[in-house]
């Protein structure tokens, strides 16, 4: 008597690229988000988070622009992340007050020493 084993297939393991894709897409985000609560005053948060987002959008896209990286299992490439940053910002801009931003400047000019020339 003969027995056949039916041929298996190899089954390949799940990648754990998206993962980390999205781990460094969350923490990319908690970064500015932890940095301008720390370091400024309640009422200009969203003002300088809105900056800090568009900065990093600007940032991401150069690097996506240089860097051509495979696309991955989740089809997650640095546009994704340039974008999601860039509607952040437009978020974080349109529930910020303008009083705010003109204050956050304000503030900024205040700082700065007086120049004669």
């Excluded at 008597?1 to 039916?6: E, F, K, V």
């Excluded at 800090?52 to 959008?57: D, E, I, M, T």
Aim: charged share 15%; net charge neutral.
């Amino acid at each position: 008597m003969s027995s056949t084993i039916p041929d298996r297939t190899l089954r390949k393991t799940p990648s754990l690229e998206p993962f980390g894709m999205l781990l460094l897409f969350g923490a990319l985000t908690a970064l500015p988000i932890v940095l301008t609560l720390r370091l400024v005053e309640p009422a200009l948060a969203l003002p300088v988070l809105s900056l800090l987002l568009f900065v990093q959008a600007a940032i991401t896209a150069i690097a996506a622009r240089v860097i051509h990286v495979r696309t991955s299992v989740a089809n997650l490439t640095l546009w994704d992340f340039a974008g999601a940053f860039t509607f952040m910002g437009c978020a974080a801009a349109i529930l910020g007050e303008p009083d705010q931003a003109a204050l956050f400047f304000e503030e900024e000019a205040a700082m700065r020493p007086v120049s004669r020339p």
